[in-house]
């Protein structure tokens, strides 16, 4: 089974901290993309990341940076949070193998609180 | 036009019960379709892709009309465990491609 490990299930910063978000992959999977889901909105895509120092803006990159040095570990950098960010944020992994099909599997997500 | 586009609900309905859920997609270079299912506070897992020629497994039925660029999913004899948000996503572009996530269906199964 595909295992996508998220650092933390939630988290509470403060306004203008630089915060982290960690997602590790077991699988050698060459795709990974970070989300943030809000009531209403759905699912938006944030950043993602075909390979290893590889990054393409998704949706809504603003606010947002990330970071991939190593294929199993995407990691997600809110440069100097806000209020309105507070949000589930969820990252994804996904091979480019064997065609078309292939799935994204999501790790457990990380409700993030800005205060 | 949203590029997929589901009705939110919530589609209550009783144990039993046979309930479809549908979706429209604006992209017609979409090349992949998947459900995914979606538990109240916890991530979204793969249910099923969705083929041409339509698909099924066990009481989940999943069809395509590229023509009407139109998804559905139907859920026969319908469990309380069925009771979670289904989301249809689209895939356009080849192996790279990013999925699109609709907002998601709500189904409550009720005894």
């Known amino acids: 089974d595909v295992k996508v490990t998220q650092s933390s299930r939630y988290l509470v910063k403060r306004t203008g901290e630089k915060v982290f978000l960690e997602c590790v992959q077991d699988?050698?999977?060459?795709?990974m993309f970070w989300y943030r889901q809000d009531p209403g909105l759905g699912l938006r895509l944030i950043y993602f990341s075909y390979d290893v120092k590889m990054k393409e803006k998704g949706d809504i990159p603003e606010g947002y940076s990330v970071s991939r040095e190593k294929k199993e570990r995407f990691s997600l950098i809110l440069e100097s949070a806000s209020t309105n960010q507070t949000s589930m944020y969820l990252c994804?992994?996904?091979?480019?193998?064997?065609?078309?099909?292939?799935?994204?599997?999501f790790g457990d997500g990380t409700r993030l609180s800005i205060l | 036009r949203k590029e997929v586009e589901q009705d939110p609900g919530p589609f209550n309905v009783p144990e039993g019960a046979t309930v479809a859920f549908n979706c429209t997609y604006s992209?017609?270079?979409?090349?992949?379709f998947f459900w995914y299912r979606q538990d109240c506070r916890k991530e979204p897992k793969l249910l099923m892709s969705?083929?041409?020629s339509g698909n099924e497994d066990g009481r989940f039925t999943a069809q395509l009309n590229r023509a009407s660029q139109y998804i559905s999913l139907l859920i026969r004899d319908s469990k309380l465990s069925d009771s979670a948000t289904y989301l249809c996503v689209v895939k356009t572009g080849g192996s790279q491609g990013n999925l699109i996530f609709g907002k998601g269906t709500k189904l409550s199964v009720k005894p």
């Open positions: 992209n017609s270079a979409s090349q992949s």
């Open positions: 699988m050698d999977h060459e795709n």
């Open positions: 994804a992994s996904r091979t480019t193998g064997r065609g078309n099909n292939q799935p994204q599997h």
């Open positions: 969705v083929y041409s």
